[in-house]
C-alpha cells in the first residue's frame, strides 16, 4: 500500500483551524499530528512513499457535492456532463463525491430506475459517488419499493411539487410518502415550487408575448416557492418526515424554513452558488437569448429584493445548513436554444460542479463566511446531512483519504479555455476571478489533481452505501 504524508500546512476543519500533518496509509487517513511530532500509533514502516509540502496552505476535507444531475433526461434533451466528464470536472475543483439522483420516471418501478443509474455511473466516475431517489410516480409499488433502499445504501428520496406531467407529486402522494419517510427514516428531498399554478403564468406570460429567458424568472414566483415550502413543511409537521428542501432560493422561503427549525422541526434547506451571486436582473434578463445560460429552477431571484445577500446571511446563520450545486448542464448550442421564442423550452439548469469550492470560498475573503463554515457547508454537513460522515467530510483517522489542499495565494479565472473541464460550450461562470486556487486533490489516497494536472482514471470513483441522516435532532 502507499503512504503518502501531507505536511506543513493548516488543517481545518468545520470546527478548527490548526498545523498538522496528514498521513495516509493506502485510501485511508491513519494519522493527525502536530508537525514534527512521532507518528505514534501507528505501524508504518520506515518512511513514506510520497510527501506532498503543504506549507501557507489549508488541508481540508473532499468537498461533497450533494445535488448533481449527471445525464438527466430533461426538456427533451439530457444534461450535457455524463458521469465522466462530470466528475473529473469535480475533482478539477475539489469535490471527491457527488451524490447524484437515480430516477424513476412515471410508470417505471423504483428498482429499475435505480438500476439504469448504477448502469450510467458504473467504472465511468473519477471519483466516488452515491445516489437519491427521485420518486417520479408515488404509488402502492413505490412505496413498498422505499422501505427498500435504504439496503441499497440509498437513504433519501426527492419529490417535485413543480413539472406537473413529468416528475410531479400532488399533496396526497407527498402525504403518502412523508408518511413513509417518518417510518423508514429516510431523508424526504422536496423541489419545492407550486407547479400548477407556474404552469399557468407561464401559458399567460407566452399568451402575452413575452418569450424572453426573463420570463421564466417572471412566472416562477418567490410567492410559488414559499407557498410551496410551507406545504412541505407543514405535511412534514404532520407526519414526522424529516424534510431537506433542495435549491432554495427565494428570501421568504428561507424564512418559513427557519420558522419551522424554530419550532423543532427537522427541517432543512441548501442553496446553490447560483443563488448567492447571480441575479435575476444582470443574468435572466441579459440581452438577447443570452439569458437562457441561467435559466434553472427554483430562478434566478431579483437582486433588487435582496435574496442573494439574504442567502448569505443566512449561510452564516445556519437558517440554511449547505450548499450543492444542482449540477445540471446543457449546451446553448443544440439545447439551450430549443427555447428560442418560448422561454418555457429551455432546458432548465446550470453547470456549477466544478466551481463549488471556489465560489464558496470567495465568502471566505469577502468577509461573508468563516473559514471553518466553509468546510461545514461545503463538505462536512453534507457529509452528515445525507449519512457519510466519518467515512466522509472530516480529516480524521479512519477517514477516507479525500483531501483538497487549497493555496489561499493562488488564483483562479473561470471560463472557457482558462478552469473549465465540464461538458458544456460556454461557461455560466465566465469571468469570475477567484483569490485560491485548488492545488492538489486526493480522492482516496490517490493524487488525482497535482496543480494544473489531472492525474486521475475513469473507474478510480466508487459507489458509497449511505446511511440514514446523521443531522437530525
Ligand atoms: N432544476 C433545474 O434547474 N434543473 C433540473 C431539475 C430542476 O429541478
Ligand atoms: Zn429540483
Ligand atoms: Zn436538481
Ligand atoms: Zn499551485
Same mark, same amino acid.
Given at each position: 500500500?502507499?503512504?503518502?504524508?501531507?505536511?506543513?500546512?493548516? /488543517?481545518?476543519?468545520?470546527?478548527?483551524?490548526?498545523?498538522?500533518?496528514?498521513?495516509?496509509?493506502? $485510501?485511508?487517513?491513519?494519522?493527525? /499530528?502536530?508537525?514534527?511530532?512521532?507518528?505514534?500509533?501507528?505501524?508504518?514502516? !520506515?518512511?513514506?512513499? &510520497?510527501?506532498?509540502?503543504?506549507?501557507?496552505?489549508?488541508?481540508?476535507?473532499?468537498?461533497?457535492? !450533494?445535488?448533481?444531475?449527471?445525464?438527466?433526461?430533461?426538456?427533451?434533451?439530457?444534461?450535457?456532463?455524463?458521469?465522466?466528464?462530470?466528475?473529473? !470536472?469535480?475533482?478539477?475543483?475539489?469535490?471527491?463525491?457527488?451524490?447524484?439522483?437515480?430516477?424513476? &420516471?412515471?410508470?417505471? *418501478?423504483?428498482?429499475?430506475?435505480?438500476?439504469?443509474?448504477?448502469?450510467?455511473?458504473?467504472?465511468?466516475?473519477?471519483?466516488?459517488?452515491?445516489?437519491?431517489?427521485?420518486?417520479?410516480?408515488?404509488?402502492?409499488?413505490?412505496?413498498?419499493?422505499?422501505?427498500?433502499?435504504?439496503?441499497?445504501?440509498?437513504?433519501?428520496?426527492?419529490?417535485?411539487?413543480?413539472?406537473?406531467?413529468?416528475?410531479?407529486?400532488?399533496?396526497?402522494?407527498?402525504?403518502?410518502?412523508?408518511?413513509?419517510?417518518?417510518?423508514?427514516?429516510?431523508?424526504?428531498?422536496?423541489? !419545492?415550487?407550486?407547479?400548477?399554478?407556474?404552469?399557468?403564468?407561464?401559458?399567460?406570460?407566452?399568451?402575452?408575448?413575452?418569450?424572453?429567458?426573463?420570463?421564466?424568472?417572471?412566472? *416562477?414566483?418567490?410567492?410559488?416557492?414559499?407557498?410551496?415550502?410551507?406545504?412541505?413543511?407543514?405535511?412534514?409537521?404532520?407526519?414526522?418526515?424529516?424534510?431537506?428542501?433542495?435549491?432554495?432560493?427565494?428570501?421568504?422561503?428561507?424564512?418559513?424554513?427557519?420558522?419551522?427549525? #424554530?419550532?423543532?422541526?427537522?427541517?432543512?434547506?441548501?442553496?446553490?452558488?447560483?443563488?448567492?451571486?447571480?441575479?435575476?436582473?444582470?443574468?435572466?434578463?441579459?440581452?438577447?437569448?443570452?439569458?437562457?445560460?441561467? /435559466?434553472?429552477?427554483?430562478?434566478?431571484?431579483?437582486?433588487?429584493?435582496?435574496?442573494?445577500?439574504?442567502?448569505?446571511?443566512?449561510?452564516?446563520?445556519?437558517?440554511?445548513?449547505?450548499?450543492?450545486?444542482?449540477?445540471?448542464?446543457?449546451?446553448?448550442?443544440?439545447?439551450?436554444?430549443?427555447?428560442?421564442?418560448?422561454?418555457?423550452?429551455?432546458?432548465?439548469?446550470?453547470?456549477?460542479?466544478?466551481? *463549488?469550492?471556489?465560489?464558496?470560498?470567495?465568502?471566505?475573503?469577502?468577509?461573508?463566511?468563516?473559514?471553518?463554515?466553509?468546510?461545514?457547508?461545503?463538505?462536512?454537513?453534507?457529509? *452528515?446531512?445525507?449519512?457519510?460522515?466519518?467515512?466522509?467530510?472530516?480529516?480524521?483517522?479512519?477517514?477516507?483519504?479525500?483531501?483538497?489542499?487549497? #493555496?489561499?495565494?493562488?488564483?483562479?479565472?473561470?471560463?472557457?479555455?482558462?478552469?473549465?473541464?465540464?461538458?458544456? #460550450?460556454?461557461?455560466?461562470?465566465?469571468?469570475? $476571478?477567484?483569490?485560491?486556487?485548488?492545488?492538489? /486533490?486526493?480522492?482516496?489516497?490517490?493524487?488525482?489533481?497535482?496543480?494544473?494536472?489531472?492525474?486521475?482514471?475513469?473507474?478510480?470513483?466508487?459507489?458509497?452505501?449511505?446511511?440514514?441522516?446523521?443531522?437530525?435532532?
Amino acid at each position: 500500500m502507499t503512504t503518502t504524508l501531507i505536511t506543513g500546512g493548516t /488543517v481545518v476543519t468545520a470546527t478548527g483551524r490548526s498545523k498538522a500533518d496528514v498521513l495516509i496509509d493506502g $485510501e485511508t487517513i491513519v494519522a493527525v /499530528v502536530a508537525p514534527g511530532s512521532q507518528l505514534l500509533g501507528t505501524d508504518l514502516p !520506515a518512511g513514506v512513499d &510520497t510527501v506532498i509540502d503543504a506549507t501557507g496552505k489549508y488541508v481540508i476535507p473532499g468537498g461533497i457535492d !450533494a445535488h448533481t444531475h449527471m445525464e438527466l433526461p430533461f426538456g427533451g434533451t439530457a444534461a450535457s456532463d455524463t458521469f465522466e466528464t462530470g466528475t473529473r !470536472a469535480a475533482a478539477w475543483g475539489g469535490t471527491t463525491t457527488i451524490i447524484d439522483f437515480a430516477v424513476q &420516471t412515471y410508470g417505471q *418501478r423504483v428498482f429499475d430506475g435505480l438500476a439504469t443509474w448504477h448502469q450510467k455511473a458504473a467504472g465511468n466516475c473519477a471519483i466516488d459517488y452515491a445516489f437519491h431517489q427521485i420518486i417520479g410516480d408515488v404509488n402502492a409499488d413505490s412505496l413498498q419499493a422505499m422501505d427498500g433502499l435504504l439496503a441499497e445504501g440509498v437513504s433519501s428520496f426527492k419529490l417535485f411539487m413543480a413539472y406537473p406531467g413529468v416528475f410531479y407529486s400532488d399533496d396526497a402522494q407527498i402525504l403518502r410518502a412523508m408518511q413513509k419517510s417518518a417510518e423508514t427514516g429516510l431523508m424526504t428531498m422536496m423541489h !419545492a415550487e407550486n407547479g400548477p399554478a407556474i404552469d399557468v403564468l407561464v401559458e399567460q406570460l407566452l399568451a402575452q408575448g413575452k418569450t424572453d429567458p426573463y420570463y421564466h424568472g417572471v412566472a *416562477r414566483a418567490w410567492q410559488m416557492e414559499e407557498e410551496a415550502t410551507h406545504r412541505a413543511i407543514m405535511i412534514a409537521n404532520l407526519t414526522g418526515a424529516p424534510l431537506y428542501v433542495v435549491h432554495v432560493s427565494a428570501k421568504q422561503a428561507v424564512e418559513q424554513l427557519a420558522a419551522a427549525r #424554530d419550532n423543532g422541526q427537522n427541517v432543512f434547506g441548501e442553496t446553490c452558488p447560483q443563488y448567492l451571486y447571480l441575479s435575476l436582473e444582470e443574468n435572466l434578463g441579459a440581452p438577447g437569448f443570452e439569458g437562457a445560460k441561467w /435559466v434553472c429552477s427554483t430562478p434566478l431571484r431579483s437582486r433588487a429584493e435582496g435574496h442573494q445577500d439574504h442567502m448569505w446571511q443566512s449561510l452564516r446563520t445556519n437558517d440554511i445548513q449547505m450548499v450543492s450545486t444542482d449540477h445540471c448542464p446543457f449546451c446553448m448550442k443544440g439545447q439551450k436554444d430549443l427555447g428560442l421564442g418560448n422561454f418555457s423550452k429551455i432546458p432548465n439548469g446550470i453547470g456549477s460542479v466544478e466551481h *463549488r469550492m471556489d465560489l464558496l470560498y470567495q465568502g471566505v475573503v469577502n468577509g461573508r463566511i468563516s473559514l471553518e463554515r466553509w468546510v461545514e457547508i461545503t463538505s462536512t454537513t453534507p457529509a *452528515r446531512m445525507f449519512g457519510l460522515y466519518g467515512k466522509k467530510g472530516v480529516i480524521q483517522p479512519g477517514a477516507d483519504g479525500d483531501i483538497v489542499i487549497y #493555496d489561499p495565494n493562488g488564483h483562479t479565472s473561470i471560463g472557457m479555455g482558462k478552469t473549465h473541464h465540464m461538458n458544456m #460550450d460556454h461557461s455560466a461562470w465566465e469571468g469570475y $476571478e477567484i483569490d485560491g486556487h485548488v492545488d492538489t /486533490v486526493l480522492s482516496r489516497g490517490k493524487v488525482v489533481i497535482d496543480h494544473n494536472e489531472y492525474l486521475g482514471a475513469k473507474g478510480d470513483g466508487q459507489f458509497v452505501k449511505r446511511g440514514l441522516s446523521q443531522y437530525l435532532i
